[in-house]
């Protein structure tokens, strides 16, 4: 008999659902268990390859320690994309068997998958309109170190983009010189209303033309607003 109960979700717009992972196979709650740490999932991006990309944050241990504990699971590559002072946000690049992009792959919305000294927990959502017993059941049988601990109604999704992601997302469109730029000219209040200097003066602090520096500051300012409104 499936813990899974029931088609519709009374109780608002989406049905969240809380598992707990026995297995400690999985990198994410390996790596907890043996570095004595937190990792948070921040984002789960889908690329054109079929993978999946998992953006982690780790808090409470050397990041130095967590790639090559997450990178010996198979079908998984693991990259550092930044340093904390107790911590790190990392990439886990996943193809095999990875209960968070199962979930996606389902219909859910896995929003938060934590690992924590060894212990596995997936938070997910799952629209109304959606078979939300059928997603719980399949995800049950094929992922037997799952247990369903809870179930309620909300009223809406929640975002889930965490301050680091959204430097990293932003800033990934920029060049070196674009980067430079833009905060050379925020600092030297550029951005202030009324305005603290002129372009000139930016220009001239960077050793630059002022047409030199109106190309840059206009395109990086471009690249920003493409990325906000998604028209990349």
């Given at each position: 008999?499936?813990q899974a ?45 079929g ?20 990178a010996?699971?198979d ?23 990875c ?33 939300t ?39 990934a ?17 550029y ?27 206009h ?9 906000l409104?998604d028209?990349?």
């Amino acid at each position: 008999m499936s813990q899974a109960t029931g088609n519709r979700n009374d109780g608002g717009d989406v049905l969240e659902v809380e598992f707990r992972l026995a297995r400690s196979a999985y990198p994410f709650v390996r790596a907890s268990a043996v570095a004595d740490c937190t990792l948070e999932l921040a984002e789960l991006v889908p690329r054109a390859d079929g993978r999946y990309a998992e953006f982690f944050n780790v808090t409470g241990a050397d990041p130095e320690r967590i790639a090559p504990l997450a990178a010996d699971h198979d079908g998984t590559d693991v990259t550092l994309v930044e340093t904390y002072r107790d911590g790190g946000l990392f990439e886990f690049s996943v193809s095999g068997d990875c209960p968070a992009r199962r979930l996606a792959e389902l219909g859910a919305l896995p929003r938060t998958v934590r690992g924590t000294d060894g212990r596995g927990t997936i938070v997910a959502e799952i629209p109304a309109a959606a078979d939300t017993a059928g997603i719980v059941e399949a995800f049950l049988e094929e992922t037997p170190e799952a247990t369903m601990v809870s179930k309620r109604g909300k009223q809406s999704m929640r975002p889930m983009l965490s301050e680091a992601t959204l430097h990293r997302t932003l800033e990934a469109g920029l060049t070196d010189r674009q980067r430079e730029v833009l905060r050379t000219a925020f600092e030297a209040g550029y951005y202030d209303w009324p305005r603290r200097c002129t372009g000139e003066e930016v220009a001239s602090e960077l050793g630059i033309s002022s047409a030199t520096f109106s190309e840059h500051v206009h395109a990086a300012e471009r690249t920003l607003i493409a990325t906000l409104f998604d028209e990349r």
